[in-house]
């Protein structure tokens, strides 16, 4: 008997995404591709439109035009006939629960502790029972080196606990993808390598993954495809050894021969 070929194969599908605030076209027309179980770096300089792509596609911005897919489902609108409609408030915060976010800064509940971070949205709003989302909770805080903190609360912990708390949240989520923004932007150069360690286990273990990082080097070491951009539009894309050793536009050469 034949395996059936999965009519999906890719986690993100991005096509023709356009997005404005007021005058200023932040994206013009962005295409992404990412498949399922692999690594997809975006790199560029600030305000290349990095991370209001990625903010895309869980429809914390909405496009202007232009389709996101996040496991061949569309993200943020429903198609009746030939228009868009998008979505009431909780269908989108449904399907933002099976996308997983790290933010640079984050974002965790300073109320809560840690194990209550990680539990808070696979328990309201994914409706998972209690008792199995916490069990999942404790391994995957384990997992990540903080299962030591799960009573503390986030002012108790390092910057790099913090990060590892939040892709546990991540994780716990169950997601089709994670997207990482900058996640190790906002956190002291030592405290770098043991967040990078995370996420680079998380790559061995074929997580979907699309990460902006500045970190060239975690870049070419984890990706399966490396995604530059500038001036809102997709400049070079391809394997590491390709964009970052043999790029083929000028403006990629431009902006590696300042970062490398």
Known sequence: ??????????????????????????????????????????????GSGKSTLLRTLNHLEKVDRGTVRIDGELVGYRRRGNKLHEMRERDILRQRSRIGFVFQSFNLFPHLTVLENVIEAPISAQRRDRAEVETLARELLDRVGVGDKIHDYPKQLSGGQQQRVAIARALALRPAVILFDEPTSALDPELVGEVLEVIRDLARDGAT????????????????????????????????????????????????????
């Open 1 to 46: 008997m034949t395996t059936p070929v999965d009519p999906t194969p890719y986690a993100v599908d991005v096509r023709g995404v356009h997005k404005s605030f007021g005058s200023l076209e932040v994206l013009r027309g962005v295409d992404l591709k990412v498949r399922k179980g692999e690594v997809t770096v975006i790199l560029g300089p600030s």
């Open 209 to 260: 993954l699309v990460i902006v990082t500045h970190e060239i080097g975690f870049a070419r070491e984890v990706a399966h495809t490396v995604v530059f951009m500038d001036g809102g539009v997709v400049v070079e894309q391809g394997p590491p050894a390709q964009v970052l050793d043999r790029p083929t536009q000028e403006r990629t050469r431009a902006f590696l021969s300042k970062v490398l």
